[in-house]
């Protein structure tokens, strides 16, 4: 980048930087008006500090506002401003119109940015959180936190007894506060996203003077710190101990903490400001002020001073007990942030902060700093002296660091004029020695032209450098949203290179609550505006519409929304349940769907739960694939709805499979049959199921004739035997093994089991019994049903190779070589070679003879010998 490129980064005021037109001329920032006048013009010393009273607008309130009657609260980072009516003070009658309470916020440049009414008792804690919530406490304990400045709010209750006690103050922090009851007990929530509100130990019953709190980011247990003033003492009560911090010469009327938690300001009865360390062991400096009145505030200027403010006069107490006065044509307000103090007033609004160290080096009266010189060197360039180059030749060895110190100086000028100058004294700098590194320089030009768009009068952000670098940069862009700066916003994230997604979305949400055009209007402009934006949720835009009741244009905007999961839920908000159900089907996410039907079985009849889904495939394949494991009935009631009758009846059937007794078994099957019955397409099946039932009736006649219970495969010797819920054919099997031929013939003949099928049973269930006997006399038959092939293959499979061996014979259907196979497995070779013999088989002869030994080898060589003379 070259030098003069860089100076084109040097921050500008933007002529507008909003829509709206400024109400007033004179509200512009009085640092601008007097931007070339001297930086040290506003400095006063404080001890060997320097602090600084920098006017930032004026006019700020109209002079009918009399704002001494008011409770002024700001946030923090340059935040809002707060106003309600102090209740404490006489009103003066304003007629009808002041007849209802509000609280007004304003930025600090004066401009109202949103009232809200209140109508809930008595206000005794009003603050801001970190994030420009609005906390409001009535004396009840009931709790508002109003978000994003649009009046909407999350209510809580403090509970703890406070609505019965009543709430007599309360202390802020960044993410919660802490109540002060009327009978001393505290309260604290730590969260407001999650408020849980906690009873603190116990403190004396003594009137409390004045109290503070120690955030918890500040303290070493973590948690809140309260220090109350209890008569001559300061009591420190934290979540379990109430601590005496044994102090004297009390009671002190103002207790006050610094922002760093490690010091304590005390304002004495005698009119003195002490300021101790935060665990009361050192006391670091005392400051009289010498005021026959009470100061009605005391509050800390960034870490280092405390400023006492009474009605149109404050003290700046700095370090070692010095301080300064400044004086006021009006009331008072002191609104305390991270680096220093807002003094706002009805003409004016002022910021005192402790001059940073870069900004005193660099423009101290008499300072010889490189950074000093190098702006002055600047100066001569300008001018175009030659001193410029001696002034550089002078500072050459420091000049990376004078570079720096004046880079960083300009972060804390407020003047646009001296923000320039340091700028050029830097760039000049940087273009002098050989390597420098301007990614510095570069990002102080964004940060400076950033802070100079939301200083402007009409935005009233006044961010020091400080507070910008700790709110950073996405918290100000949320900022401006709230405030509907959205042009703004959008060129400041742009020029950030941010995200803008969430501009676009608040934009749209609020115009569907404020905007009066027909709905068809109105989704038409969102969606013009917003087609091509990545990140865009039209699921918050259509959830802003239905909760203005404009549910149509909430579906129209819905469709927009790519995102099933964003779709959905709003759907079922809005009692679209079947777009809902569609879109969740259309996702192709199985855990959407089941949510959506889940919700529907809750919300709509069983009828009409079962019409919607039956018309659904996919969605009816989930209901059925759940309700089988958790909700039976309720599938019974879908396929009867659906008239899918073999459904149902595999469903009783099921069920029937698992009853603990014969007689719910067969009432089962008798409901599934009735549901078949009037159907001519399952015949088959009714017939199926009447079997069934006389099945497990003699299946029972059995059992209880046997003795049930039994298991033969565990005991042979036991006589009981258990066939109920067995097929016909292993009931079949399970009468033949035990000896039940008669029973095993009655089962045969009642369900006209064939005689194949019966053959087979019987020849594993006799094999099973190793009843060898009876196998051999069926050897004696001459037919079977199935062969003898599988009575040799079941006795040899059991080991009975003699048994085996009857078999071969009958085997006539086979041919030789598989007899002579046969024959050799039961190992008879000899009945083998007589087998090869008759088939003239000499190659099968000669293998036998290599498998035999002893005897049957003279017999097959006699048989090989027999066959080669019948050969010859």
């Known amino acids: 980048m070259s030098d003069q490129d860089q100076d084109q980064d040097a921050p500008t005021q933007p002529h507008s930087t909003s829509s709206s037109s400024p109400t007033n001329n004179q509200h512009e920032p009085a640092h601008a008006s007097r931007s070339t006048m001297k930086p040290t013009a506003d400095w006063e010393r404080v001890g060997d500090r320097f602090y600084r009273k920098l006017q930032l607008y004026t006019d700020v309130f109209d002079q009918d506002l009399e704002l001494e009657n008011y409770v002024v609260v700001g946030a923090p980072y340059s935040g809002a401003a707060a106003i309600y009516r102090d209740e404490s003070k006489i009103q003066s009658y304003r007629g009808t119109q002041a007849a209802k309470s509000t609280i007004d916020i304003y930025s600090c440049a004066g401009k109202l940015l949103r009232s809200i009414g209140w109508d809930k008792g008595s206000i005794k804690g009003l603050g801001w959180s970190s994030e420009e919530q609005l906390l409001v406490i009535s004396e009840d304990g009931s709790v508002r936190c109003y978000q994003d400045l649009q009046g909407d709010f999350t209510p809580f209750s403090l509970g703890n007894g406070a609505d019965e006690v009543g709430v007599r103050a309360c202390r802020f922090w960044g993410s919660g506060f802490v109540a002060l009851l009327n009978n001393n007990r505290l309260v604290s929530v730590s969260r407001y996203g999650d408020p849980r509100p906690k009873l603190l130990a116990t403190p004396p019953e003594d009137p409390v003077e004045s109290w503070a709190i120690i955030p918890p980011t500040e303290t070493l247990s973590r948690s809140v710190e309260v220090l109350l003033a209890i008569g001559e003492t300061i009591y420190l009560v934290d979540a379990t101990d109430c601590e005496d911090r044994l102090l004297q010469r009390g009671p002190f009327r103002h207790t006050s903490v610094s922002p760093n938690g490690k010091y304590v300001a005390l304002y004495t009865e005698d009119s003195k400001v002490w300021v101790v360390s935060s665990d009361f062991q050192n006391k670091l400096s005392e400051y009289d002020s010498r005021a026959r009145t009470m100061p009605k505030d005391m509050q800390?200027?960034?870490?280092?001073?405390?400023?006492?403010?009474?009605?149109?006069?404050?003290?700046?107490?700095?370090?070692?007990?010095?301080?300064?006065?400044?004086?006021?044509?009006?009331?008072?307000?002191?609104?305390?942030?991270?680096?220093?103090?807002?003094?706002?007033?009805?003409?004016?609004?002022?910021?005192?902060?402790?001059?940073?160290?870069?900004?005193?080096e660099t423009f101290r009266l008499g300072s010889e700093s490189p950074a000093a010189v190098l702006l002055e060197a600047v100066d001569h360039l300008e001018r175009k002296s030659p001193k410029a180059d001696d002034l550089i030749q002078l500072i050459r060895p420091s000049l990376a660091e004078a570079v720096d110190t004046c880079i960083k100086a300009a972060g804390h000028e407020y003047s646009i004029h001296w923000q320039k100058q340091l700028l050029k004294a830097a760039s000049f700098g940087k273009s002098v020695l050989d390597l420098y590194n301007s990614d510095d320089f570069v990002e102080m030009c964004e940060i400076l032209r950033v802070l100079n768009a939301v200083r402007f009068f009409e935005i009233g952000l006044p961010l020091s450098y400080d507070q910008y670098m700790r709110l950073t940069p996405e918290k100000l862009i949320e900022r401006l949203i709230n405030r509907h700066e959205y042009q703004l916003a959008l060129k400041i994230s742009d020029y950030l290179r941010l995200p803008t997604d969430r501009i676009y979305v608040h934009w749209a949400s609020q115009k569907v609550r404020l905007s009066n055009d027909d709905e068809e209007s109105i989704c038409r402009l969102i969606v013009q505006k917003l087609s091509g934006k990545p990140g865009i949720s039209f699921e918050e835009i259509a959830r802003a519409a239905y909760d203005e009741g404009r549910s149509r244009l909430a579906t129209e905007l819905l469709d927009y929304e790519p995102r099933a999961g964003k779709q959905v839920p709003l759907l079922l908000d809005m009692k679209e349940d079947t777009i809902a159900l569609d879109k969740a089907i259309e996702s192709g996410d199985s855990d959407l769907v089941f949510h959506v039907l889940t919700h529907l079985k809750k919300q709509l009849t069983l009828a009409s739960f079962f019409r919607t889904v039956t018309s659904r495939p996919v969605a009816t394949a989930l209901v059925e694939s759940s309700a089988l494991d958790q909700d039976r009935e309720l599938l019974k009631d879908l396929y009867y709805q659906d008239d899918r009758r073999l459904d149902g009846a595999n469903l009783l059937v099921a069920e029937a499979l698992v009853q603990p007794t014969v007689a719910a078994r067969i009432d089962k099957m008798k409901l599934a049959a009735k549901l078949l019955h009037d159907s001519r397409e399952h015949g088959f099946n009714v017939k199926a199921l009447d079997e069934a039932q006389r099945l497990l009736k003699l299946q029972e006649a059995f059992e209880k004739d046997l003795g049930g219970g039994g298991n033969p495969s565990n005991n042979p010797n036991n006589p009981g035997i258990s066939v109920v819920g067995l097929s016909v054919n292993e009931t079949l099997f399970r009468m033949v093994r035990a000896g039940h031929m008669k029973r095993a013939a009655k089962v045969q003949s009642e369900f006209k089991i064939p005689d194949r099928t019966f053959w087979w049973v019987r020849l594993r269930g006799l094999v099973a019994k190793r009843d060898w006997s009876e196998i051999e006399e069926i050897s004696k038959q001459r037919k079977s049903p199935i062969g003898w092939e599988p009575f040799f293959n079941e006795c040899l499979a059991a080991g009975n190779t003699r048994t085996a061996a009857l078999f071969v014979p009958k085997c006539t259907n086979l041919p030789p070589p598989d007899r002579v196979e046969m024959f050799v497995k039961c190992g008879l070779l000899v009945r083998a070679g007589e087998e090869a013999l008759k088939a003239k088989d000499m190659n099968t002869l000669v293998e036998l003879k290599g498998k035999a030994s002893g005897a049957a080898v003279h017999e097959i060589e006699r048989m090989i010998g027999q066959l080669g003379g019948t050969r010859r």
């Open 300 to 360: 800390w200027c960034g870490n280092s001073a405390v400023i006492l403010a009474w009605e149109d006069e404050i003290h700046v107490v700095g370090p070692n007990g010095s301080g300064t006065k400044f004086f006021y044509d009006s009331w008072v307000h002191l609104i305390t942030d991270v680096d220093g103090i807002r003094i706002l007033t009805n003409e004016l609004c002022e910021f005192i902060y402790r001059v940073p160290d870069v900004t005193e």
